[in-house]
């Protein structure tokens, strides 16, 4: 996973964080990876299997939450062994750290979630690589904050991952200027092209999406130099059990790497 640390090579990609919003079984789990593995084995994308083991944070106390936590994560473990490559999942409390950490790669913090002490420095503590999405309510300098905690507590490597900034009350918008702030603080700056595109707190209680800008928000994050790219998808998104809304229709994501791919040539031959 050398891929991940530090500023980015002038010889690399930028590297991938994609699959299902959550695990919602291992036959759609492997089915995903396959399709997604091959298209980044062809185009020399470093991949991250992306799922989440369970849904803490939900509008309504009627929505799907997961198929139970060691089901969940004996499937990401499954994805890791057979295609050999890292897996990514959230931990939504301190006591999650040391048993997620058993079965994956990188243990993302979730935005909300990102100034608390304890699930950042129990995170650290397992050694495992931790994603650190940045609050929608927090500016990117306020980042290094939650750099400092996990490195003053170990060795483990540190991402962080742009997901938007709150604009009123049911949408987000992107600020790019993320990119080099958070890229000078020695960690790679990584943007959510999904999520970012939330519409939150809709008055029927499932959040909103706008994915057909799924495409502009990650050339802009490449073209400003974002390490790495995290995308949720999804072969058929409307049947999705957690956040369809906003989630790439797995068929688009091929076509949009390929663009991607070029623009990041393109950024790297400018910037030296």
């Known amino acids: ?20 919003c959550a695990i919602e079984g291992e036959e759609i ?5 396959t399709r997604i593995s091959a298209i980044c084995n ?5 991949y991250i299997f992306k799922g989440s083991y369970r849904k803490a944070n939900r509008t309504r106390l009627d929505s799907f939450t997961g198929i139970g936590d060691e089901k969940a994560l004996a499937i990401l473990k499954k994805v890791r062994d057979h295609f050999g490559v890292p897996v ?16 994956v790669d990188v243990l993302q913090i979730p935005a909300f979630l990102c100034r608390q002490t304890d699930i950042l420095v129990a995170a650290a503590q397992t050694g495992k690589v931790v994603n650190v999405k940045k ?14 905690k996990i490195q003053q507590t170990s060795s483990s490597q540190v991402i962080l991952t742009d997901r938007g ?7 987000l918008v992107v600020d790019y200027r993320s990119f ?4 000078a603080m020695g960690v790679p700056a990584v943007m959510d092209c999904t999520h970012s595109l939330q519409q939150p707190n809709q008055s029927s209680g ?8 799924i495409e502009t928000i990650a050339r802009a994050a490449i073209a400003v130099g974002a390490d790495g790219l995290f995308i949720e998808t999804h072969p058929d998104p409307k049947h999705a059990k957690s956040d369809g809304a906003n989630m790439l229709h797995l068929d688009l994501l091929e076509p949009l790497l390929e663009k991607l791919v070029v623009l990041r040539r393109a950024y790297l031959e400018t910037s030296q």
């Open 206 to 213: 499932v959040t909103g999406g706008n994915p057909a800008m």
């Open 1 to 20: 996973m050398d891929f991940l640390a530090g500023q980015p090579n002038p010889q690399h990609n930028f590297f991938l964080m994609a699959g299902p």
């Open 29 to 33: 789990a492997l089915s995903i990876a």
């Open 42 to 46: 062809r185009l020399g994308i470093p």
């Open 180 to 183: 080099p702030t958070m890229k």
């Open 135 to 148: 609050g929608q309510f927090l500016s990117p300098e306020a980042m290094q904050f939650a750099v400092d």
């Open 88 to 103: 990514v999942t959230d931990i939504h409390a301190a006591n999650e750290a040391a048993m997620a950490a058993e079965y």
């Open 165 to 171: 900034t709150t604009f009123g009350y049911q949408d």
